[in-house]
């Protein structure tokens, strides 16, 4: 990234701060893209103030720290102490006379604006358009002056003729600067045309609250992630725990329901097995009770009778078959009772019958 | 910039936190709800066991009826190791009977074994020319019989012999031999 300074003009016309934003929003490519190692901003007159006084002290140093106390306390707006400020001290016959160069409220106001557009560590130069222009084409001066700069960073004010800066300051000079300060300077720039882009501010302002909120955000990721740690790995822990716990359980009731399991698979095959034999024990004919049935009826001769496949079929003769068959219907073991052949009477009287009937079990 | 290394550093830690976050945290959150999950099937499990084993005095009382109706039935079979000896007892049986009563048995076969899934049926045919009465008696003592023997089949047919009025039958008796596997299982 190519390192360059910014070199702005601040003249009266520009000093305004309330547009100072609107213009900062439209700060050509060069800058936004870049990185800024120093800063250098002009200022014009109509911002640096003018105050003398004399002293009556002999000593230098006596009258230093008088005129600093002489000044803040003559300083004419009381609505700010200036930060930038200096004091030229010049013998007379009755001890000193001092004039003290400051800024501008409003010039102050700027520079804590580029402060909070973060160039607050870096080095900031201002230097007063008048005292390059009282320089000019003396470059050497120039270097003393801004060595003096960097060694004190503070201005040294010394006013003489005034003049637009732009008229003033030529290429050359420009380019004198440039090699004493060991720089590049970006020369079409006044307040006018210092448009800041609005992301390039937002930019500075987010690393700003970065800046501010460093330590939190780390301590706060950090203890979030202890906090996910410890969380996760306790509930892990806590229900592998209870994971065991209850697989022991299992393990222990799973002894004692074997042989419950056991039983039951017995006890089914018992019941199954004695249910199938007690429908066995059911699924015959109950032959006695038939026959006691079959005497109760009158004028009845047999001639045969089978059972097979549960199945029943009688051969005889009667008086009235169809009697015999009400008989049968009776019986609960029988299902429909029916004459299957042709009656027939012999020389008797009596009735030739053929009568079938199914086997109900279990009655 | 001088805050550059602040963020990348913020950065940084976010993208370890999630990597973390994935690889770490969510392992385990991920483990935590398949153990719960597990626990809730070992509970549901527990309980159905602890039902089960309240059950078994149930199921002994259960088994001990069971196990008495059997032997009972048991009882009423014939003893044998196999249903061949069976078949060979029923007809000792009812030759002893049927002689004691004095009926005459014209011829007699053994019959095949009827397998089912528990017991195997065994039949015995006696082929007999006899009287009503004694008919009749043979089915009072069928009926009285501690053994379990029934009448599958029965063919009666009157006959005339020597002036007297007689029956001629074919009865089937069957009893029947309960597979060994369950003789062990009711042991």
Same mark, same amino acid.
Not at chain 1, 13 to 32: A, C, G, M, V, W
Not at chain 1, 137 to 152: L, Q, S, V
Not at chain 1, 253 to 274: C, F, Q, R
Not at chain 1, 331 to 357: C, H, M, T
């Given at each position: 990234?190519?390192? #360059? ?14 547009? =100072?934003?609107?213009? =900062? ?97 870096? =080095? ?40 637009? #800066? ?40 987010? #690393? ?15 203890? =979030? ?139 | ?187």
């Amino acid at each position: 990234m190519k390192n #360059f300074s910014l070199l702005i003009f601040l003249d009266n016309e520009n000093i305004k701060i309330d547009n =100072i934003d609107t213009k =900062i929003d439209e700060l050509p490519e060069k800058i936004k893209e870049s990185s800024l190692k120093k800063l250098i901003i002009l200022i014009s007159d109509w911002n640096i103030y003018k105050l003398e006084f004399d002293l009556k002290l002999k000593k230098l140093s006596e009258a230093k720290k008088a005129a600093e106390n002489h000044f803040l306390y003559l300083n004419p707006d009381s609505s700010y102490n200036p930060k930038f400020f200096n004091i030229a001290l010049k013998k007379t016959d009755d001890g000193y006379h001092a004039t003290a160069f400051y800024l501008s409220k409003e010039a102050e106001e700027f520079i804590d604006i580029i402060h909070n557009l973060g160039f607050k560590n870096k =080095i900031i130069h201002i230097l007063p358009i008048f005292e390059i222009y009282k320089n000019i084409n003396k470059t050497y001066r120039i270097k003393d002056y801004i060595t003096t700069i960097k060694d004190n960073n503070v201005i040294t004010f010394n006013i003489k003729d005034i003049d637009s #800066f732009k008229n003033i300051l030529s290429d050359d000079d420009l380019k004198n600067i440039e090699k004493e300060m060991n720089i590049e300077l970006i020369k079409d720039l006044n307040i006018k045309n210092l448009n800041f882009e609005k992301d390039f501010l937002k930019k500075n302002k987010s #690393f700003e609250l970065i800046n501010k909120l460093f330590y939190p955000i780390i301590i706060g990721i950090i203890i =979030i992630n202890l906090a996910f740690f410890s969380y996760s790995k306790y509930e892990n822990v806590k229900f592998k725990k209870i994971y065991k716990y209850i697989k022991k359980i299992n393990v222990n009731l799973s002894k004692k329901v074997d042989p419950v399991i056991k039983a039951e698979d017995t006890l089914k095959k018992l019941a199954e097995l004695n249910n199938s034999i007690n429908i066995y024990s059911k699924q015959f004919f109950p032959f006695l009770n038939f026959l006691k049935e079959l005497s109760k009826v009158e004028h009845l001769f047999i001639n045969s009778l089978y059972i097979k496949n549960d199945t029943l079929k009688i051969y005889g003769k009667t008086d009235s078959a169809l009697k015999l068959l009400e008989v049968l219907k009776k019986l609960k073991y029988l299902k429909d009772p029916k004459i299957v052949s042709n009656i027939s009477r012999d020389s008797q009287g009596n009735e030739r019958f053929q009568i079938e009937a199914k086997i109900v079990y279990g009655k | 910039m001088e805050n550059k290394w602040k963020f990348y550093t913020i950065i940084g830690l976010i993208v370890l936190s999630l990597f973390l976050y994935k690889k770490v945290y969510l392992n385990y959150f991920n483990n935590v709800s398949f153990l719960k999950t597990k626990i809730k099937r070992y509970k549901k499990l527990n309980a159905k066991l602890e039902e089960k084993i309240k059950t078994y005095p149930k199921i002994k009382s259960q088994l001990a009826i069971e196990e008495k109706k059997l032997k009972n039935i048991k009882n009423r079979l014939f003893k044998a190791h196999n249903p061949n000896e069976v078949l060979e007892n029923l007809q000792k049986y009812l030759f002893d009977y049927f002689q004691k009563q004095d009926i005459n048995i014209n011829n007699y076969r053994q019959l095949r074994l009827i397998e089912s899934k528990f017991f195997y049926r065994c039949r015995f045919e006696i082929n007999s020319i006899i009287d009503f009465n004694k008919l009749v008696n043979v089915f009072e003592f069928l009926d009285n019989s501690n053994y379990l023997i029934k009448i599958p089949e029965i063919y009666i047919y009157y006959t005339r012999r020597r002036k007297e009025s007689l029956l001629r039958t074919r009865i089937v008796f069957e009893t029947i031999y309960i597979k060994e596997d369950f003789n062990e299982t009711k042991n």
